[in-house]
């Protein structure tokens, strides 16, 4: 104890130790006219002066010292420069249509969702730079974030003029891949190209409930098995939440049947919020996709006529531009979407009688918890924030493994014939018969040898 | 999370935030709390999303003259920003209340279980001294949500709060951790038997982590701490209940709950 004492007594606070502070406290309390230490109170506060405001001699850094200065390295270097980078990013034209969404961050904010202003920038110059990486992009919008265990996912989607055709087994549609996405974990690095997805990939992921960890490349082990590492059930849950919840408001577009492709309506006008906060004025505007993971009905051509005729009905497709007021129902609820209105409510009508109204409608997907459109009587936005899962409203119940074989029916057995006594040679009855063996023996060797 | 709502920037990490309608009329009914109520510290709680109306929570802590734990009060409003006490929750169903996966409507009064019991008064011969347990409505599930969330999620970084020698709360001057595990820990009274003891041999006054560690909770992996670009705004997550989100960066430290107060039970195999 007086060991540790002494110690304290002599530690060393900038050249000088606890007893001459004690010692200049004490003569500060009582000499000092221009700080009147009164009480115990003022001890403290006397105390910390003393130690923050003395000249303390520091002796002069040796040599070696002096010599071998190293430099600081600024802690925040690396994050300047990237920020830095992409607040610069600009190019003369891009020829794409890239969401504003610097605006519409706005329009998600005022209806509690959305990322704070300076996200938005950054997702917006990110947004440009992948515009001008890739000149065959048509369409680049921010997908959304998926959260996951380690570090969360910023998803791009995008569409192009000319599809990568990378190798594919025969039974996948291309069409499914139509959409094309890049991620990243941290909006300051670079984006990664999402690999395409197959058709068994696509239908097995149907039967998985996963939380993503974050590493692109982890093997994926669930049942039913999916061959495929992380980033490919990220790019099959992305499609499917995709084609499930992208919604264009009634008459922005138009599905030609002979072309099958989809235009932009000829005069578009906005519908009326009275529309607009009712399903009636939204439709879904990507294909639905099977169960069978693709868009189009893919027959088969080993299976049998009948069998694909089941598998077609159990498995319809669906018409484009559907409403959706005719989505399946989600338990007691009419439809699938909650529908909110946000903002300013009151009806304006201005000079020529028409209506006005400031207000923001906000639709929810039940199925899919975190996907969400807003929109406004001038923009609408479809994003997700979520952990990529649908709403299970049974407990999870695993796959059940495929039956497990019988073993086949045991034949009956017969015991060996094993006599209890030895057979007694068997002598041939007369010598005929032993004559016509010993013929019998030399013919069949005979043969043999031929 | 303070009713300054600075900190909303981190509650922006899972894509939620509150609205400026919202903002400017939870302030002013948070203050209105403290005009019944006197608490220490009167902070917003999270938002509990419903079908059709949303509910907002405060809370209420009291540090002064509390032995060994801070008093916590929760108060609830709907889209009318009028604050109430929650009520207590009817144990028995409370159970029941947490597996449940319909969203909230957002009714209060909305009834969630119905507890038949029917007492014939004729028939007995004794009145029992209490009545019948009335329904249970979907308050009572708020109530028994949030509190589980507060036992169960709520967690303050290390470092952040001392135990004074009369065994008081106080804040202390808080300078950050790393973005680790380790360095957080619940924000309730200790059940783990060493921190209890802890406190009794009064050790925990010279020690910065004497509540309840994340790191104990089982399951392990659970909770998901993740940072932004700058390495110093740092977040951690519930795995359990999406929406749960605490955070702190070298000044401030807090916790907030934005979601639909649904249990994710089945977690485990998520994995």
């Known amino acids: 104890m007086d060991v540790q004492l002494q110690k304290i007594f002599d530690s060393n606070y900038k050249g000088k130790t606890l007893y001459n502070h004690f010692?200049?406290?004490?003569?500060?309390?009582?000499?000092n006219k221009y700080y009147k230490a009164q009480s115990l109170s003022d001890f403290e506060d006397l105390s910390n002066f003393i130690k923050e405001n003395r000249f303390y001699h520091l002796p002069l850094k040796t040599a070696d010292q002096v010599n071998n200065l190293q430099d600081q390295i600024f802690p925040w270097q690396e994050y300047c420069k990237?920020?830095?980078?992409?607040?610069?990013?600009?190019?003369?034209?891009?020829?794409?249509?890239?969401?504003?969404?610097?605006k519409l961050n706005a329009l998600l904010n005022n209806v509690g969702y959305g990322f704070t202003d300076e996200d938005a920038y950054l997702i917006q110059q990110s947004l440009k730079s992948i515009a001008i990486r890739d000149s065959n992009i048509i369409n680049i919008r921010f997908w959304g974030k998926l959260f996951a265990q380690n570090r969360d996912y910023y998803v791009i989607e995008v569409q192009l003029s000319k599809s990568y055709k990378e190798p594919q087994p025969i039974d996948c549609d291309e069409k499914l891949n139509e959409y094309v996405h890049y991620v990243t974990q941290d909006l300051l690095e670079d984006w990664a190209l999402l690999p395409q997805v197959t058709r068994k990939q696509m239908e097995a992921s149907r039967f998985i409930t996963y939380v993503f960890s974050g590493n692109l490349n982890k093997e994926i082990t669930q049942y039913p098995i999916f061959n495929g590492k992380e980033k490919h059930l990220l790019k099959a849950q992305i499609l499917r939440i995709t084609h499930a919840n992208l919604l264009a408001p009634r008459g922005l577009y138009r599905f030609d049947d002979e072309t099958k492709l989809i235009t932009f309506e000829d005069e578009f006008k906005m519908p009326e919020s009275a529309e607009l906060s009712t399903m009636d004025g939204w439709v879904h505007l990507p294909p639905n996709i099977l169960k069978q993971g693709r868009i189009t009905f893919y027959e088969d051509p080993s299976l049998k006529e009948e069998e694909l005729n089941q598998m077609k009905e159990a498995d319809p497709e669906l018409e484009r531009l559907k409403s959706i007021k005719d989505d399946k129902p989600f338990e007691q609820?009419?439809?699938?979407?909650?529908?909110?209105?946000?903002?300013?409510?009151?009806?304006?009508t201005n000079q020529e009688e028409q209506p006005l109204s400031y207000q923001i409608v906000q639709l929810r997907n039940y199925l899919w918890p975190g996907a969400i459109t807003v929109s406004n009587s001038n923009d609408f936005i479809s994003i997700y924030f979520g952990y990529g899962n649908k709403n299970q409203q049974n407990s999870f119940n695993p796959l059940a493994p495929n039956d497990i074989q019988e073993e086949p029916e045991d034949i009956d057995e017969i015991p060996e014939p094993n006599p209890r006594e030895q057979p007694d040679e068997l002598e041939p009855d007369s010598d005929d018969e032993r004559r016509r063996e010993q013929e019998r023996r030399e013919a069949e060797l005979q043969q043999q040898q031929e | 999370m303070n009713i300054s709502f600075n900190d909303l920037k981190f509650v922006h990490q899972i894509g939620q935030t509150l609205n400026l309608e919202e903002r400017m009329r939870l302030q002013l009914a948070i203050l209105k709390i403290q005009e019944h109520y006197v608490f220490d510290e009167v902070l917003f709680w999270g938002r509990v999303e419903g079908v059709e109306k949303d509910y907002y929570i405060a809370l209420g802590i009291q540090y002064k003259g509390q032995y060994e734990f801070p008093l916590k009060k929760f108060f609830w409003s709907s889209n009318n920003y009028h604050f109430a006490e929650l009520p207590k929750y009817n144990e028995e169903f409370a159970q029941r209340a947490e597996t449940l996966r319909e969203p909230f409507t957002g009714q209060h009064e909305h009834i969630v279980f119905r507890t038949d019991e029917e007492i014939n008064f004729e028939d007995s011969l004794e009145i029992p001294a209490q009545l019948p347990a009335k329904n249970f409505s979907e308050l009572e599930r708020l109530s028994y949500i949030v509190q589980s969330i507060e036992f169960q999620c709520a967690s303050i970084p290390i470092g952040s709060y001392r135990l004074t020698p009369t065994h008081e709360l106080i804040k202390t001057k808080f300078k950050g951790v790393t973005a680790e595990l380790k360095n957080y820990q619940h924000f309730r009274q200790p059940i783990r038997k060493d921190k209890q003891d802890l406190i009794a041999r009064d050790e925990a006054l010279y020690r910065p982590d004497f509540l309840d560690s994340l790191v104990d909770d089982t399951p392990y992996n659970q909770w998901s701490v993740q940072t932004d670009s700058t390495k110093r705004n740092i977040t951690i997550r519930n795995l359990i209940w999406p929406g749960y989100l605490g955070y702190n960066n070298d000044y401030t430290f807090g916790y907030a709950y934005f979601g639909d107060g649904i249990k994710n039970s089945d977690f485990e195999f998520l994995l």
């Open chain 1, 23 to 31: 010692c200049e406290l004490y003569y500060q309390m009582q000499e």
């Open chain 1, 82 to 102: 990237q920020q830095m980078q992409l607040m610069q990013i600009k190019a003369k034209v891009i020829n794409a249509t890239v969401q504003n969404f610097l």
């Open chain 1, 333 to 348: 609820n009419e439809g699938n979407w909650n529908i909110k209105i946000f903002g300013e409510t009151q009806q304006y």
